[in-house]
């Protein structure tokens, strides 16, 4: 026992020290401030070193740092973006900060983002898919809405909205086609991604009435619904927010 | 007749070494060891203060640490914050975490209290009388001595501990709540004992008191 208790403090004093703010508040480590006095209250932090990241011992959600310019470029476009919410909204949903990098992966899939409502933090890959970079961001953001409030998203409810005959696969990533292209006007999903599981159709369907705004030309009586649903329970968070 | 010896050259050399030695010991033992003899105890008697109510004299090896608290902007924190002081429970708490030129963090009342003090669990210890919640509202910037209530990773979780921070820390506007700021003496906290990259100070420095002023 005498000895147990001396490995003990032997490990917890030799445990190096992270004093590092950030990683003490988000636990990620490696980053810097890139911007934080905005009017809505987000903190953006860019990655100056790789980072690893995960629950257990195998960490396995990387990404990469960028070089100033891209970070520069692609900052303006993110802030543009976000800049749509509200500080009251972001609250809401638990987000404060964004981090930046690039090459962002899990399990080395590559991902647009990826959110966290525990830490507050969206980490967002800079140099995802440049055509869909950012709608990629609301359906992100969206995540974050659904993480904080399961019980206004329901599956269920959504699943219902769908022919009887459609079904979702097990997984997002269990589908080889992730095309995030606009399908046809017809079409109950707004892309092939859309398909894989319901909420990725409600980040899909929302991404795109964020992005697209009023000019959303899809005829289906099924994305009717879906845009009716979101639009209501989004307005159920917030009624001051703005499509 | 006594004939007068004179002194060799190598005789000066060995003297002249003694002499350095014993000054190099002097310095070393007396004047460098003695972390406090520069300085400056303030007495709070000789201050005007313009809320004496809400002032609090914190007393460290070093001499007094005088902080403004501020219960306009985090008025449960600063209640529980007195409530504390008046029972006179920080008295003899640890500086448990002292992150050089950053931080320095006390108020374990369960593990971090110089008659019972348990490094496994220090730094997770309660004040007994429950948590509350995080007050992140009002206005406040974190500057050096800022002095803010500690949290676990999850919000509404404050309790007995608390921080002084040693430079400007502003990631922490929105994430800790604030209750007050040094006014004097941050300089004795500067010499509080801290291990370079190390967050568990072990045989640390202790608050010997903290008392409201009035």
Request: glycine letters at 4%; hydrophobic letters at 40%; one cysteine or more.
């Amino acid at each position: 026992m005498i000895l147990f208790r001396a490995i003990l403090l032997f490990l917890i004093f030799i445990t190096p020290l992270k004093a590092n703010t950030i990683y003490n508040l988000i636990k990620i480590p490696n980053l810097e401030i890139y911007k934080i006095d905005t009017k809505n209250g987000l903190r953006y932090l860019y990655a100056t070193k790789p980072f690893r990241l995960g629950v257990n011992v195998k960490k396995n959600i990387s990404c990469y740092n960028s070089n100033k310019q891209t970070l520069g470029k692609k900052y303006k476009i993110i802030k543009k973006n976000l800049d749509r919410y509200s500080l009251s909204f972001l609250k809401k949903i638990n987000l404060k900060y964004i981090v930046l990098c690039e090459n962002l992966s899990i399990s080395e899939i590559n991902t647009a983002g990826i959110p966290n409502n525990i830490t507050r933090t969206l980490i967002l890959d800079i140099k995802f898919n440049k055509r869909h970079f950012e709608r990629a961001i609301h359906h992100e953001l969206f995540h974050m809405v659904n993480d904080s409030y399961k019980e206004l998203f329901n599956e269920n409810t959504w699943k219902n909205f769908n022919k009887k005959s459609f079904e979702y696969s097990q997984c997002s990533t269990c589908n080889d086609n992730w095309n995030l292209d606009l399908l046809d006007n017809s079409s109950d999903f707004f892309s092939e991604y859309a398909k894989s599981t319901a909420s990725e159709d409600m980040a899909e369907v929302f991404s795109h009435l964020l992005f697209y705004q009023n000019k959303i030309k899809n005829e289906s009586s099924i994305i009717k619904k879906k845009i009716l649903f979101i639009k209501k329970n989004i307005l159920k968070i917030d009624d001051t927010f703005k499509f | 007749m006594i004939n007068k010896i004179k002194i060799s050259k190598s005789e000066k050399i060995i003297l002249s070494f003694l002499i350095i030695l014993g000054v190099f010991t002097f310095v070393s033992l007396i004047i460098l060891k003695n972390k406090c003899l520069f300085i400056k105890n303030h007495n709070p008697n000789n201050i005007e203060f313009n809320n004496p109510e809400n002032v609090v004299i914190l007393n460290a090896n070093c001499g007094n640490v005088i902080i403004e608290l501020y219960p306009s902007i985090s008025p449960k924190a600063v209640k529980r914050f007195k409530k504390l002081i008046k029972l006179r429970a920080y008295d003899n708490a640890a500086f448990h975490r002292v992150i050089e030129g950053k931080l320095i963090q006390a108020g374990d009342l369960e593990f971090g209290k110089k008659e019972n003090l348990d490094y496994g669990k220090m730094g997770s210890g309660k004040s007994g009388l429950g948590t509350i919640k995080s007050e992140l509202g009002g206005k406040f910037k974190y500057d050096k001595g800022s002095v803010g209530l500690a949290r676990t990773f999850e919000l509404n979780t404050e309790d007995s501990q608390f921080f002084i921070i040693l430079q400007d820390e502003p990631l922490y506007e929105g994430e800790y709540t604030p209750i007050g700021r040094v006014i004097y003496g941050l300089e004795v906290l500067e010499t509080v004992k801290f291990i370079p990259k190390f967050h568990i100070v072990p045989r640390p420095d202790f608050i010997n008191s903290i008392k409201m002023l009035n």
